[in-house]
Structures are given as C-alpha cells and as structure tokens.
C-alpha cells in the first residue's frame, strides 16, 4: 500500500478526523526533516452548542482531553514512521512546552502546516478553519524525511466579508482584515487583547483566569453549519 495512504488510513483509525501532508522545506525548525503531516480532531458538537455567552468547564476538560489524544496521536505517528527506516519528529504539546515566543507561536504552527497541506485556511480569528467543522478544530503536526504526497497548499483566506467572528469578540483582538499566507500573524489579529479578555471572561464563568475564551470559534458560520448538524 502507498505510505501516505497508509498513514493516513492508520492515523484515522486512531482518532484523527483528517490527515494532511505539506512541504515545509523552507519553513522546518528541523534540519533534514522537510514534510509535514498534519491531522486534527473536532470539538463535539454538544461541547460547542453550550458555548454561545462564554466557556465552559465541559470547554475546558474536552480541551485538555483532545490534547492529550493529540498528542499520542504524534507520537504513534512518529513511532509508525520510524518503523519504516525514516526520521520523524512529533511537535507534541508536552515536547513543545508552553513558552509560545513574543506572540504567542511556535516556532512552525501545526496550522501553517495544515494551510500548507491543503486542509483548510486561517480566519480573521487566526484560527484554522476548514468548510467542514468551522474552527471547532485541534491541531498537532509530525515533521519527516518520509516521501509522503503532498496537498496543494490554501494560500489565502476562504472568509470573504463575513465579520461574525470580528463582531463576537468583545476584547476586540480581530481586526477583521483577511489572513493570506504572506501575513504575519499580528498583521491582522492581536493575541494581547485576546488574552486580556479571555482572563477575564474566563475567571467571571469559571472561577479562575485562563486563556480560554472560545466566542470566535462558536461564532464562525462554519461551526454553526457543522454544530447543527444531526
């Protein structure tokens, strides 16, 4: 069977809800390893629904949840790869840490990875999208030396002149100005005043301040479609 068929087939049946490969050639913070495998799962919908005003602790728990299945999701797919004679490298929240940098980035975000891949594009929120599932979405990524065959890559915003997310945050982080792939993320978002915000909306439903908000991703009319779904 080919190997990008393979992996993908074997990452679904572990939990992925889509599997991606991108070229990152000139983008990969390891040296060699110039493909990217990306895969996310989706938020339930019930999750989402009970999101309208604020977060909520099912929010919160369901977060941490998907990141741990991310990041076995990683690791089995690095050890998959290893097994085959290639290099790979899982960027799992746990190897990865919680030091973002000045804006609140990795050094290669899965999304850029995911874009590259051809699986969706980033919104005005600077979230991933896709037409699919909204932005109810969690990312993780693996970098490779493994022949794997690559998307085309989504080199601009699909939002057109929607403003649901831009009009849902009340601390005023989204400018509104379309992402396309020569933008840098603070060129049309602002992660400070997200933050600032998501403490405090956070710490009034709560009862404690953490950077969890989740009014864009509820607001998308991508996630609408998909939320009310049967």
């Known amino acids: 069977m080919n190997l990008s068929i393979e992996l993908k087939n074997y990452l679904l049946k572990n939990g992925a809800t889509e599997v991606g490969y991108a070229d990152i050639t000139n983008f990969t913070p390891k040296e060699k390893l110039n ?10 919908k019930e999750i989402i629904r009970n999101m309208k005003n604020a977060p909520t602790r099912e929010y919160v728990d369901e977060l941490v949840s998907m990141n741990t299945r991310l990041d076995m999701l990683g690791m089995i ?18 190897r990865l840490g919680t030091d973002f940098g000045e804006f609140n980035s990795f050094e290669l975000p899965h ?23 909204g932005s109810a979405i969690r990312l993780s ?14 080199l601009k915003s699909k939002c057109g002149k929607c403003t649901k997310c831009m009009e849902a945050c009340l601390g005023g982080a989204i ?15 602002d992660d400070k005043k997200c933050e600032k915000y998501a ?23 991508h996630t609408q479609k998909y939320i009310k779904k049967s």
């Open 35 to 44: 493909t990217g495998v990306v895969f996310y799962i989706t938020y339930p």
């Open 77 to 94: 797919c690095e050890e998959f790869l290893m097994d085959k004679g290639y290099n790979a490298y899982a960027q799992t929240k746990k």
């Open 111 to 133: 999304k850029t990875i995911a874009t590259k891949a051809g699986l969706g594009w980033i919104g005005k929120s600077a979230l991933f999208t896709t037409k699919e599932y």
């Open 141 to 154: 990524s693996v970098l490779t030396d493994a022949p794997l065959d690559i998307g085309k890559p989504i």
């Open 175 to 189: 400018s509104g100005k379309e992402w396309n792939y020569t933008l840098k993320r603070n060129e049309f978002y």
């Open 199 to 221: 403490l405090k909306i956070s710490e009034e439903h709560l009862g404690k301040p953490d950077t969890v908000c989740g009014k864009c991703i509820y607001a998308c009319p």
